[in-house]
Each structure stands twice: as structure tokens, then as C-alpha cells.
């Protein structure tokens, strides 16, 4: 037979009510009778069973992380920041995806997550998404992650000033002529997209240049996307001499269709994504980094706060920065392009 926890209170002359209070840390246990209980425990080798200190507090000890994507670099890079953090304080997590952004319930049904979570983290769901406001309805923690809802505590960063400062720099660099690969254009539902296009959008009016339809093609965000993306651009008569990825994975096959057809980016056309991948710097791709896992991180961090607080006290909204970082794959224009 293990020790229980009436041996322990034996040892310590203390009730077992006693001894579940001062293991767990609450605050109606005298110093002196903490102490000896702790004593008690640690001679006899005891520790408090998770799942009876749960029981005890009402809590789950566990998080939904619901997101979209798992495989894709943003998703991967903010799940990791999210998990450190709430793996650290002793929290499970219970992802749930809901990779096919056309198919019905996109969301689990929100009964599912009462008495099974104590929180949730939503990573980049339309905020018009009707089962996300399900989800809210049930007034649980809750931290969204690249969204933004009313007053519920997200981490985001401004989507439309990286575009602008993306397309800005191909623009000081003396280009005209630039190209966009979005990722599926004016059916997502996703707001970085749309956040992402408004910028490109209003940087070329504020240049007045012309948004030529023929240059614009859609990457789905993927690299075998963004290389057919490219391919597709470069079959034009009139080639761009810069081309904005909406990331830097469509990016990434952007360069390889360069490459096939003989050409160099950032010699021949020039090339800029979004996001700070952290294969961007071996490729030599001039990106607008975002910090992702530190998105994932704040957002877990943000959900403790409010776990702890009894809810009584609510995190705050935080856009992060982002930077340019300017590497060989832009570059200004050359004569006669």
C-alpha cells in the first residue's frame, strides 16, 4: 500500500482536511502547521495527487488551444511559445484544429469545452466566426492570438503597417512595377490577409502607382503556392521588378521559380515576405519579422493572469512590433527594367 494522506495527517496531528489545505498552498493554514505538515510529507514521501487537487479546486488544469493550422510555420512558432509557457505553470493543453476553413464547424461545439478546460487560446480565427462567439459565450479565460474581439485579451501585431512597410521598401528602392502574391485572395476569411492587402494597397495609392490586376496572383500560403504564384507572374508580358509576399513561405517558392527560370532575386526581381521564418536568413530573404513565439508566449501568459485572479482581473490587449530585415533578395532597380 503507498503512503495516503491519513499518514500524513497522523504524522502531522493535523485532519486530512488540513493536510489537502496546506499541500495546495491555501491560505487558511496557520505557518507553524504548514510546516509540519510539509515536514510530515516529505519524510513519508508523499505528494498530492493532480487529479484530487483539481477535484479539490474545481479546475481542469487544462487550456484549449484551438487554431486552424498546426503544420504551417506561424501556427507551429506560436503553439511553441504557448506551450513552454503553459507547460511551465502546470497546465495541460488541449489542442483542437480546425484545418479546413470551408468545412462546417469549423469550431467544436462549444459544449464540449464546458468542465473540460479552464481556459481557451484562439489563434487567428475570423472574429465574424459564429462558433467563435460560441466559444465566447461561455465566458471562460480566454486569449486570442493574431485577432482582435471586443475586449477579450488578444496578442496581435499590425498586419496592415507590415505591409505597408514592406511595400514601402520596394518602393524606396525605386520600383514601380510590383507585383503581389496573396494567399487566397477575397474569399479568406482570415484578417491578416485582408489587414495585409489593405497595406500594399495604400502604400501604392500614397505612390500613385497603379495596382495592375495581371500582377497580383495567390499563393495560398504555401511555398508550392508562392512558386506557382511566381510562375504564373512571370508568364506575363510585362514582369514585375518586385513582387510583395504575403509570407515569407510563399516567399520561399517565389525564389525557387526565379531560380528555375534562370533568374536572381534581388537581382532580377526583387523579392520581401512577412513574418521572420526562421529559414528566411540562410535563403537571404529580405522579410518584415513578427515575433511569433513571443505572440504565443504573451497570449499563454495573459490566460495565467486571468486564471489566477479568478477572472476578476483582466489582461490587456498588446500589439507587438515589427522590423524590416533587408537581405539580398531586394534590391534597388536596375537600369532599363
Not at 482536511?17 to 510530515?40: K, M, P
Not at 504564384?229 to 510563399?250: G, I, K, Y
Request: hydrophobic content about 45%; some cysteine.
Amino acid at each position: 500500500m503507498g503512503i495516503t494522506i491519513r499518514d500524513v495527517a497522523q504524522a502531522a496531528g493535523v485532519s486530512t482536511a488540513t493536510v489537502s489545505r496546506a499541500l495546495r498552498g491555501l491560505a487558511n493554514v496557520d505557518e507553524q502547521t504548514r510546516a509540519r505538515v510539509e515536514r510530515a510529507a516529505a519524510e513519508l514521501d508523499y505528494v498530492i495527487s493532480p487529479s484530487a487537487s483539481r477535484l479539490a479546486s474545481g479546475r481542469t488544469g487544462s487550456v484549449a488551444v484551438i487554431t486552424p493550422y498546426i503544420a504551417r510555420w506561424f501556427f507551429s512558432t506560436v503553439l511553441s511559445g504557448v506551450e513552454s509557457t503553459l507547460q511551465g505553470a502546470g497546465m495541460d493543453l488541449l489542442l483542437m484544429t480546425v484545418s479546413n476553413p470551408d468545412a462546417q464547424h469549423r469550431l467544436p461545439p462549444a459544449p464540449r469545452l464546458r468542465r473540460r478546460v479552464d481556459g481557451a487560446l484562439i489563434i487567428a480565427i475570423p472574429p465574424d466566426d459564429q462558433q467563435l462567439a460560441d466559444v465566447l459565450k461561455l465566458d471562460l479565460p480566454t486569449s486570442l492570438i493574431g485577432v482582435s474581439v471586443g475586449d477579450v485579451p488578444s496578442v496581435t501585431i499590425d498586419d496592415v503597417y507590415a505591409a505597408r512597410m514592406a511595400t514601402q521598401h520596394l518602393l524606396n528602392l525605386g520600383h514601380q512595377r510590383i507585383g503581389l502574391i496573396a494567399g487566397s485572395g477575397s474569399r479568406s476569411p482570415f484578417t491578416a490577409e485582408k489587414d495585409r492587402h489593405r497595406g500594399f494597397v495604400e502604400a501604392m495609392n500614397e505612390a500613385r502607382l497603379p495596382i495592375a490586376p495581371h500582377l497580383q496572383a495567390l499563393g495560398f500560403f504555401t511555398s508550392a503556392g508562392g512558386e506557382q504564384a511566381m510562375t504564373a507572374l512571370l508568364a506575363q508580358r510585362e514582369r514585375p521588378t518586385a513582387v510583395f509576399c504575403m509570407s515569407d513561405e510563399m516567399a520561399f517558392g517565389a525564389m525557387r521559380a526565379l531560380r528555375s527560370h534562370g533568374l536572381q532575386p534581388g537581382r532580377d526581381i526583387s523579392l520581401i515576405g512577412v513574418d521572420g521564418h526562421d529559414m528566411s536568413e540562410l535563403l537571404e530573404l529580405t522579410t518584415v519579422e513578427q515575433p511569433v513565439h513571443d505572440m504565443g508566449r504573451i497570449a499563454a501568459e495573459a490566460l495565467l493572469v486571468q486564471l489566477h485572479s479568478d477572472n476578476q482581473i483582466k489582461a490587456q490587449s498588446v500589439v507587438l512590433p515589427t522590423r524590416l530585415v533587408v537581405r539580398a533578395s531586394t534590391a534597388p532597380i536596375a537600369p532599363g527594367q
